[in-house]
């Protein structure tokens, strides 16, 4: 069991390695996969910097921030409005492929490994500050990556461009994206707060 435990996110990112080579042999667009894929595989190397330099998350947080990467590079493979999520689109009698919303949300469960450094490094003092902080920080990390989406959606421009910016026709799509990145980071909050022991 506590080889389980130590070798966990080492689990993790090989999962992640295999989907990601895997889903970049022949995607929908390549354009999109390089647009999508490249952000995440970033947070990817700098959560494994951060390992190396001795910087370590619990497995849940480990788990949580796992979510998004798994997630993510699927839709970069589909592209983001042509992933098969009929079941989940379905069930709940949306009209729109809502597999980007559900990936919105699962960003924010950043918060969790963020507000989970700040509290092992004595940044803030409590737990409410340290979650609070996390929901700040997604938030305007939502807010930052809407407006990369518009550039590059506005200089790309063609299929590739309003694939990115995955819109769907939806107006409101940036405001509602970051409305669910913010509502995924206090989700994790407010399970956060009753369980992180620090």
């Not at 709940?92 to 960003?107: I, P």
Request: hydrophobic share 50%.
């Amino acid at each position: 069991m506590q080889k389980i435990k130590k070798y966990f996110p080492h689990f993790l990112l090989a999962i992640y390695t295999i989907e990601f080579v895997s889903l970049g042999i022949n995607p929908y667009s390549r354009d999109v996969w390089y647009a999508e894929n490249i952000p995440i595989f970033g947070i990817v190397l700098f959560l494994v910097i951060l390992y190396v330099r001795g910087i370590r998350f619990s497995n849940t947080a480990y788990l949580l921030m796992s979510l998004l990467p798994f997630f993510h590079t699927v839709g970069g493979y589909y592209t983001f409005e042509r992933v098969p999520f009929d079941w989940f689109n379905n069930f709940f009698g949306f009209e729109r492929n809502m597999f980007d919303r559900v990936g919105h949300f699962l960003a924010g469960f950043f918060a969790y490994g963020l507000a989970e450094y700040v509290l092992t490094y004595k940044k803030v003092s409590t737990k409410f500050w340290a979650f609070f902080l996390g929901i700040c920080f997604i938030g305007t990390l939502a807010m930052t990556y809407e407006l990369i989406e518009w550039q590059y959606a506005v200089k790309q421009g063609g299929d590739a461009g309003l694939a990115f910016l995955g819109s769907q026709g939806d107006i409101w799509d940036a405001q509602k994206d970051m409305l669910m990145d913010t509502l995924g980071a206090i989700f994790v909050s407010i399970i956060g707060i009753f369980t992180l022991k620090k």
